[in-house]
């Protein structure tokens, strides 16, 4: 199953699943687990942006940012591992082909390194497509402390953390350059991952068509129009992020 915001996939155990009838252990968009996610994702960027300034240009960021890192591959590869076991394996959804699967990726080296390329994609996938998951959830799977919404919820949160912690945390500002680098990447993946969809019958990142449950995509007309629409938003979005950095060091 995924998620139509991102197009990852929320694993769930048939045997784990709930009983017919038992809605209260279903995850409900804008109940209470929803909320305290919420909360929790904003008192996290406070905590991520206070802490980073604080050790910025100390030996100890290095190690903050690293062990932020280290946190990120701790969890998201067993995950990735587990839906590659023969138990777990879909064609659909198992394969790492989500945007989201190569942003944890870029998070985690951002975190690391400190490149400014990673940073720069850490900075417009997390910060943009990510939080698209986080306030619009299309989580059809049972509700905390299930591996499945923990593995969601884990995901769609790091990601904004360390785009916002690098940014206004460590002070990595994005630039012209960084946007190019963001877009040239995503265009890549999206022409790869289309071809593939179209050779194995699959829809990562629902990108040869659009979900069956309703979606911001219902909303930019039929396929393959709506693909079209689609990176024009994202390119103006984008550039909108990048322009008020940009201009604040040309003041």
């Known amino acids: 199953m995924r998620t139509a915001a991102t197009g990852h996939r929320a694993d769930v155990d048939p045997v784990a699943a709930p009983e017919p009838g038992a809605a209260a252990d279903v ?4 109940g209470p687990t929803h909320w305290a996610a919420l909360g929790l994702g904003a008192v996290g960027a406070v905590v991520l942006v206070l802490v980073g300034r ?15 890192a280290v946190l990120i591959l701790a969890f998201q590869v067993p995950v990735e591992v587990r839906r590659l076991l023969p138990g777990q394996f879909d064609l659909h959804d198992s394969l790492p082909l989500q945007l989201s699967d190569l942003a944890w990726i870029a ?23 990510t939080p698209q998951a986080v306030f619009t959830p299309a989580l059809d799977a049972p509700d905390f402390p299930h591996l499945a919404f923990l593995e969601f919820w884990v995901l769609h949160l790091v990601l904004p953390w360390a785009a916002i912690h690098l940014t206004w945390g460590a002070g990595v500002r994005p630039d012209w350059r960084g946007l190019r680098v963001a877009v040239a990447t995503t265009a890549a993946w999206a022409v790869l991952v289309l071809g593939f969809n179209a050779w194995s019958g699959t829809n990562y990142g629902f990108l040869n068509r659009k979900p069956d449950n309703p979606s911001l995509l219902d909303l930019l007309g039929p396929w393959p129009g709506y693909l079209v629409v689609e990176l024009v938003l994202v390119v103006l979005g984008w550039a909108l992020i990048t322009w008020p950095w940009t201009r604040r060091r040309g003041a």
């Open 27 to 30: 995850f409900v968009p804008y």
């Open 107 to 129: 998070a985690a080296y951002a975190l690391w390194s400190g490149r400014w390329w990673a940073c720069a994609l850490t900075y417009y996938w997390g910060l943009t497509l």
């Open 54 to 68: 604080r050790l910025r240009g100390r030996r100890a960021e290095v190690r903050f940012r690293r062990g932020f």
